[in-house]
């Protein structure tokens, strides 16, 4: 049986074309976030998987940001937040957070990680946890190093990939997707805090108008009862005039 090895040659032009295509695909990818309704009383909790590959690249963090509201008129609650590890370890823990978290802890190793909101008794009501995004990010430190091929224009067009350097651009791929992930999840963190600052200001607009309006009537209010008393003291047969003699 007669074999035949198969080379395939890669042009650092194609690698660059991949490259960006697939770079251009993560960036049009959004982080999902998640809205949770919590009981007083009750806990829940968001899981996220992560894969051998990720440790790969040193440096990985988990990166996550919380948004805490409620739908009751009266009370606003408080949760408690835990991060666990892939050994059910509590990496991150956060008591009575009233308005927001963020989360950003060194991952210890592939595997599952959780977040937990626990909705005490004491709020009193119940807790709608936003988890903007949740996910895991590296940390990027100074300027990375450009290979470019050498030779001449011919030898550069035939040049062949090896593996490391494939590996190389997985990797690059990996944490630029990672990047543009947390770069996704900040802008929706800004875009949710920035509805909840309309929120406020509408509902701030409508109260103002509101008392303004119910003022205005207590006073008219006021002032016909003024004009009134005053007018029936004038009636006649209820105002005597005494002429001095």
């Not at 770079?23 to 990818?29: E, K, P």
């Not at 009266?74 to 370890?89: D, I, L, M, Q």
């Not at 599952?112 to 909705?119: G, L």
């Not at 999840?185 to 607009?205: A, E, F, P």
């Amino acid at each position: 049986m007669l074999k035949q090895d198969i080379t395939i040659d890669i042009s650092p032009v194609h690698m660059a074309i991949v490259f960006v295509y697939v770079l251009c695909t993560a960036c049009l990818l959004s982080v999902s976030s998640l809205k949770i309704r919590v009981p007083a009383g009750l806990t829940e909790c968001v899981a996220e998987l992560v894969a051998d590959e990720h440790f790969t690249i040193a440096g990985p963090r988990i990166d996550s940001r919380l948004l805490v509201g409620s739908t009751s008129a009266y009370y606003h609650p408080f949760v408690h937040v835990k991060v666990y590890g892939p050994h059910r370890a509590v990496l991150w823990e956060q008591t009575h957070v009233y308005s927001e978290a963020h989360v950003n802890i060194p991952a210890h190793g592939p595997g599952k990680y959780e977040v937990c909101i626990s909705n005490p008794r004491e709020s009193r009501t119940e807790a709608i946890v936003d988890v903007v995004y949740f996910t895991l990010a590296h940390l990027r430190s100074g300027r990375g190093t450009i290979l470019i091929p050498k030779g001449t224009q011919e030898t550069r067009s035939t040049a062949m990939a090896h593996q490391d350097d494939v590996d190389a651009a997985k990797r690059t791929i990996m944490s630029m997707r990672e990047f543009v992930e947390v770069i996704s999840g900040s802008q929706q963190y800004l875009q949710r805090k920035l509805d909840r600052h309309k929120q406020t200001v509408v509902s701030s607009s409508h109260r103002a108008k509101g008392y303004a309006l119910l003022e205005m009537v207590v006073i008219l209010s006021l002032v016909a009862v003024q004009v009134l008393t005053i007018t029936k003291f004038f009636e006649s047969g209820k105002v005597r005039i005494i002429t001095a003699v």
